[in-house]
């Protein structure tokens, strides 16, 4: 009986083991590489693309004031009419239009995108979706940001981010020599108190 426990026990917490695996190889954040990440990237086609987009930033630990070093920030975005642009490498299904950095010693990253469109068929406003990953720790999905300038982001839309605390999703972007520059600082979850 002892031995049939121990087994038990063994078998699930492999299977176990198997699932937290499968889990982060499902998630887009693993499709590259950690040691060919740096703190600067560009989203594939972004020379072609004519709402150039440079999204700059610092990311934080939890107590907001101390950059955090070596964190993956993955973003992947639709295309400037709205759609994702879906791939395949082998059996894996991915979006085109994404990116990874990792942020240097002062917690700082850059992106160069574009402004993604919005798909008025389904009411979908311009959004970007980031996906955030500390050393040793599990990937986080974050709330996607948005355009201040988007005309489907209408003032019942701003209201309700902001009872939900959602406005800092919100990019403001000005122009800089001739590109648009967005800045967005992104404060790491304390996720000691969400366990």
């Not at 085109?96 to 068929?121: A, C, I, L």
């Not at 009872?163 to 790491?188: C, F, H, P, S, Y």
């Amino acid at each position: 009986m002892k031995t049939f426990i121990n087994t038990f026990i063994l078998v699930c917490f492999l299977g176990f083991a198997h699932v937290v695996k499968a889990q982060q190889s499902d998630s887009p954040i693993y499709d590259r590489s950690e040691d060919l990440i740096t703190n600067t990237d560009t989203i594939p086609d972004y020379r072609s693309k004519e709402n150039k987009l440079k999204l700059t930033g610092t990311v934080y630990l939890s107590d907001g004031v101390t950059p955090a070093k070596g964190v993956i920030l993955f973003i992947e975005q639709p295309d400037e009419n709205g759609d994702f642009d879906l791939r395949r490498s082998g059996d894996q299904r991915y979006v085109f239009h994404r990116s990874w950095v990792k942020t240097d010693e002062d917690g700082k990253y850059t992106f160069y995108t574009f402004v993604p469109g919005n798909d008025r068929r389904y009411n979908q406003m311009q959004q970007i979706f980031p996906i955030i990953k500390e050393p040793s720790k599990s990937e986080v999905q974050l709330e996607s940001l948005l355009f201040n300038d988007d005309p489907l982001l209408t003032e019942r839309c701003r209201k309700r981010l902001a009872k939900k605390g959602g406005k800092e999703r919100i990019l403001n972007t000005r122009t800089v020599d001739g590109m648009l520059v967005a800045q967005k600082d992104i404060v790491l979850p304390n996720t000691e108190d969400a366990q």
